[in-house]
Structures are given as C-alpha cells and as structure tokens.
C-alpha cells in the first residue's frame, strides 16, 4: 500500500468519526507575493482539507475549507499564526462557518 493510499483511507476514516466543517477566511498583512497560496495549498492538503485560495484586489486573501472539524481548526491556527516563511500575518478573520453533511469541493486548489 502506499502513502497516498493510506492517507486517503485515513482521511475517510477520520471524516467518517468527526463532524465535516465549513468555513470562509481572509487573511491580511504581507501575503501576496509570498507564495501564501501555494503553501496555503500544500498545508491543506497535508490535513485532508479541501477548499480554495485565492488573492484579492485589496492585497489579502480569501478563501473556504472543509473538512473534519479538528482538521479544519488546526488549519485556521495554521492561518492565524504561520502561513509561508516571508509572510507577515496581521489578521485573520473566520466567518460563516457551519457544519456541512458532505464535502463541496473535491481538492484544495489555488484560484487565479
């Protein structure tokens, strides 16, 4: 078996026992220019999230994650506090967030 598999039996075995999640972001400080989105990606991924990221017209960046709850929580902590190594994260603010029967978004993609 290999890794990729074992994480996406993991993954449905951890979703299965906890509660899927939904929620938007936007992040602001220096986060444009920093390859934030990229490692935003990288991060969710790694946590079996999916969702999107993209940049805004007024230097922050936006975007939705879903997936189990305890995932999602450390992947907002992730947001709040670390994001990629030249970043510098200001704020960070959370919003309509709600549980979710199933997931809306099939991978964690970058939106251009």
Do not use: C
Not at 3 to 17: G, N, P, V
Not at 52 to 71: C, F, I, M
């Amino acid at each position: 078996m290999t890794y990729s598999e074992l994480s996406r039996i993991l993954t449905a075995y951890i979703m299965s026992k906890e509660d899927l999640v939904s929620v938007e972001y936007e992040i602001f400080g220096r986060v444009q220019g920093v390859f934030f989105r990229k490692y935003t990606q990288a991060e969710g991924r790694k946590l079996g999230l999916v969702g999107w990221v993209q940049n805004t017209d007024a230097g922050t960046v936006q975007g939705q994650l879903q997936g189990p709850r305890s995932h999602v929580k450390e992947m907002q902590e992730w947001l709040k506090s670390t994001g990629s190594p030249k970043s510098r994260i200001s704020k960070a603010e959370f919003k309509n967030e709600k549980a979710i029967d199933s997931l809306e978004h099939s991978s964690f993609n970058i939106v251009r």
